[in-house]
């Protein structure tokens, strides 16, 4: 029995490419919503009806940056003139600048906790994708299927014992204890991903290095890894992905030192109560890594030609 495909008509492929306009424009409103709203004014943040069409200011981005306080007539004009553009944005609502915010602070330290704890454990999940998928390891499938239990249980279910671990540890409140946590995290899933594209590309590659007189671990190293690119950049953004958008934990384990931005953006306060252009401004500048981030590695989402290349 044979089975013929004939190509769609050109009434569905308009049909299709509607949908996926509707789809991606429905998906991208509250994303635009976010960002319109970082250059809103604060009374036309939370003006209802919703205000679309608005005077766009910079009072957002100032307010994210820095701490402001409130000054009567008689002190703002002892402070003499604005020096600068933001502090001119800050005289208009009747501020004074008094330094910078902490948000720059949270933000580097997403960048260190979220790029650090998914590099180490593409390193770590590489190197045990690689044994399970090459090596007879004893009990692999129970080995595997504990791996991946550690992804069914809700992290609020462990938050204590690890809270209680890491008070013991000296690690609370620390850059490498939030990377060794979301790296153990993110090991599990690293490790399945990684598995299964490790395991679609021919052995023959790596037994003709070897005969060439590659080491294991050259052949590992030159063979192995240029073929699994794929798969380390779409696992890379994955991990990256949970380690920079975790709340849960950031809010238990840190306060200060190690605080990330996720528990940082929700406390912004303006001087009459919650300051949403900054929540949103900070939002904003929170997604562009990220973005960036995927941006980089979308060449490498694709799976290489080389998969499956040999038949056997």
């Known amino acids: 029995m044979s089975f013929s495909v004939t190509d769609p008509s050109k009434g569905a492929k308009w049909f299709a490419g509607i949908l996926v306009v509707a789809y991606a424009v429905i998906t991208l409103i509250p994303l635009l919503w976010i960002v319109a709203t970082g250059f809103k004014s604060p009374v036309d943040s939370i003006a209802y009806p919703p205000v679309v069409v608005f005077e766009p200011t910079l009072e957002g981005y100032v307010n994210l940056f820095t701490d402001r306080t409130r000054a009567t007539d008689d002190m703002l004009e002892a402070a003499g003139p604005p020096t600068t553009w933001y502090d001119e944005i800050a005289r208009e609502r ?149 380690a920079w958008n975790e709340y849960a934990f950031a809010v238990l384990l840190t306060s200060g030192t190690a605080q990330t931005a996720p528990p940082f953006i929700p406390t912004i306060i303006g001087t009459s109560g919650k300051d949403w252009p900054a929540v949103a401004a900070g939002a904003t500048i929170f997604l562009i890594p990220v973005m960036v981030f995927t941006i980089l590695l979308r060449k490498h989402l694709l799976r290489g030609i080389t998969f499956g290349a040999v038949r056997k």
């Open 94 to 242: 009747g501020t004074v600048i008094s330094g910078p915010s902490r948000y720059g602070e949270r933000f580097l330290n997403s960048v260190i906790i979220g790029f650090g704890s998914t590099a180490l454990c593409m390193v770590l999940g590489t190197m045990a994708a690689y044994a399970f998928s090459r090596f007879k390891v004893p009990l692999k499938d129970d080995l595997l299927f504990f791996i991946l239990s550690t992804r069914m249980m809700p992290p609020i279910a462990v938050a204590i014992p690890i809270f209680l671990m890491f008070r013991n540890l000296g690690l609370n409140d620390t850059h490498l204890g939030m990377i060794l946590l979301y790296t153990a995290v993110n090991l599990s899933l690293s490790v399945w991903l990684l598995k299964g594209f490790i395991d679609e590309i021919p052995i023959e590659y790596e037994e003709a290095a070897l005969i060439d007189g590659y080491t294991r671990f050259q052949a590992f190293y030159k063979v192995v890894l240029p073929q699994a690119a794929t798969g380390i950049a779409s696992t890379a953004i994955f991990c990256l992905i949970f």
